[in-house]
């Protein structure tokens, strides 16, 4: 018979019509994101980066900008550059993150975010001080030790600097602040 | 009274695009007419140029990954595939199997995306509006799947050379059974919307027919070849990762006509969610990473690789001289080579089954412009 198949369509149709919507009314409601998305706001621990500018360097197109004083005032105890300048011109990040991988002290993490729109390109360059200011609400991408933790970015607690590395914190053991296990060294 | 005139009689030139709804992102065509035929067409690309091909030289090979995302936006994984597969045979770095089958999982899993975005614009084409929503609302399920693994919805530069960045989460396997058993059901319901639908017939059956060996001719592969009849499918043909061990048919048309190409991408989703169903039943615990450098150096050489996108055959072209950047990187990107068959197939069409041949060959401007 001519025209079943339309009415078998309409069949389709009519039983959707009946079903729950499976779209969500976004600025009210939001749909449950994994911790592992990799959005805006880095989170950047200011006391685990040493300056070694391997993010930077690791970025495929080159928008993170590092300025490093060598003279930090710890070149004679081994220890770490003084970053006078980090920024992260996010009008020209993809999200990628390979400047997380590349990090060796876990101190940049990417964000969870994805509402950063800004009225002037300027204002998408994240600046040191926006950095150092910025709950640290890390996503889980690329850091299995936050996974294990069950860290949940959206809503849940800050993380401490303590908590977002890998191991044991021991890197600079001669630095005030230092996290169990540093004293061994 | 009058000089005799000359009257040359011109064909009329009709141009479609680049801004057209229809064209699948900016594509142009310029389509001779002879009252409702099509006579001639000439697609115009370069469009969305970026030079990809340029910026890979340079690029590290663990960056270029990231390039390779923005080739086909619709099969980002597919594409990632195909470029570590060809850094690794160039390196000879042999992948763990649960990075392997991750891969594979994956892959199909975007494969269904790609052909889920297929059924639905190729209704919007031919001027059903339903089909997409569901279309659509499948494939976000999938996203949302490839969020939790990747850590993006669509750009997720998670296959790397030598493996895959991480492993999957915990819940990964419930999760993407869940996910599969909703759009086999999805799946499902275009088909029964679409497939035998009367109208949907008279437009697409007898449609830029085109036959075998024209179709091999043009360099057509993928989906649209098969339809014509001929059962290539790089997956059986030149098998790779572990495609070997999943059992999976390729779904072959008859006519190459529209509605073929169309007929052959619903049974495609069945037999990619089949072979992801494997994946996950097969999948052993092991490590997901070559141990190997971060930065990598290729020795000298130069390899070709291919593997099987939901769009046809990609082709990656390496030339390496010894650094750690790719002195030439080539793709040989199935939607650009699709569109040689553009022409025969729409010869003596009428002009409104323009719009209905073009979606059907399911071309991703991303990849032809590269």
């Not at chain 1, 990628?96 to 800004?118: I, K, N, R």
């Not at chain 1, 030790?145 to 977002?164: I, M, N, T």
């Not at chain 2, 009329?12 to 900016?26: C, D, E, S």
């Not at chain 2, 031919?126 to 569901?134: E, H, K, R, S, V």
């Amino acid at each position: 018979m001519y025209g079943l198949g339309v009415l078998k369509g309409f069949g389709v149709t009519l039983k959707n019509f009946a079903r729950k919507p499976f779209t969500v009314q976004y600025p009210e409601e939001r749909s449950v994101q994994h911790s592992r998305f990799r959005g805006q706001e880095f989170v950047w621990y200011e006391d685990r980066c040493t300056g070694c500018a391997s993010c930077a360097k690791y970025c495929p197109l080159g928008i993170i900008r590092i300025v490093t004083d060598p003279d930090g005032g710890h070149e004679q105890e081994g220890g770490d550059y003084k970053v006078e300048v980090f920024d992260i011109d996010q009008g020209r990040c993809m999200y990628c993150g390979l400047c997380v991988e590349a990090c060796p002290y876990d101190a940049l993490h990417m964000g969870s975010t994805f509402e950063g729109a800004q009225a002037r390109r300027e204002d998408l360059v994240i600046t040191m001080e926006v950095l150092k200011e910025r709950p640290k609400h890390p996503s889980t991408w690329f850091r299995p030790q936050l996974e294990r933790q069950e860290v949940d970015p959206f809503g849940g607690e800050p993380v401490e600097s303590g908590d977002a590395g890998r191991e044991a914190y021991r890197w600079h053991p001669k630095r005030p602040g230092d996290a169990p296990g540093g004293a061994e060294k | 009274m009058t000089t005799e005139a000359q009257h040359d009689t011109v064909d009329m030139m009709l141009n479609m695009g680049p801004q057209h709804p229809a064209t699948h992102g900016v594509f142009r065509m310029v389509l001779t007419i002879d009252g409702e035929r099509v006579i001639d067409v000439t697609p115009h690309i370069g469009y969305l140029h970026r030079g990809s091909e340029k910026l890979c030289e340079h690029e590290s090979y663990g960056q270029v990954v990231t390039l390779f995302d923005r080739l086909d936006y619709v099969a980002n994984l597919n594409n990632e595939l195909a470029f570590c597969r060809a850094a690794e045979r160039l390196m000879d770095i042999e992948v763990p199997e649960r990075a392997q089958y991750i891969r594979v999982a994956l892959c199909e899993l975007n494969r269904l995306a790609s052909h889920l975005l297929f059924l639905g614009t190729y209704a919007i084409d031919l001027g059903a509006m339903t089909p997409i929503m569901y279309g659509f609302r499948e494939r976000e399920r999938i996203q949302n799947l490839f969020e939790s693994v990747t850590g993006a919805r669509m750009m997720h530069n998670y296959i790397r050379i030598g493996g895959v960045k991480e492993d999957v989460p915990p819940d990964f396997v419930p999760r993407a059974r869940a996910v599969l058993k909703d759009v086999r059901k999805g799946v499902d319901e275009i088909d029964r919307l679409l497939t035998f639908n009367e109208v949907f017939l008279a437009r697409t059956k007898g449609v830029g027919v085109i036959d075998a060996a024209t179709a091999v001719s043009c360099g057509l592969t993928g989906p649209s070849l098969r339809a014509s009849g001929v059962a290539y499918d790089v997956r059986k043909d030149d098998p790779y990762e572990i495609y070997p061990y999943l059992g999976f048919e390729v779904p072959v048309g008859h006519d190459g006509d529209c509605w073929d190409r169309y007929y052959v991408r619903l049974l495609e989703c069945h037999q990619s969610i089949h072979m992801v169903t494997q994946c996950l039943d097969q999948m052993e615990p092991g490590p997901t990473m070559t141990q190997r450098r971060r930065i990598a150096r290729p020795p000298k050489g130069e390899v070709y690789v291919h593997c099987e996108n939901p769009r046809g055959d990609i082709g990656v072209f390496v030339v390496s001289d010894g650094t750690d950047k790719p002195y030439r990187v080539k793709v040989r990107p199935p939607s650009f080579c699709n569109l040689v068959a553009l022409r025969p197939m729409m010869r003596g069409a009428y002009i409104a089954d323009a719009v209905a041949i073009l979606g059907s060959i399911d071309i991703v401007l991303g990849e032809v412009d590269r």
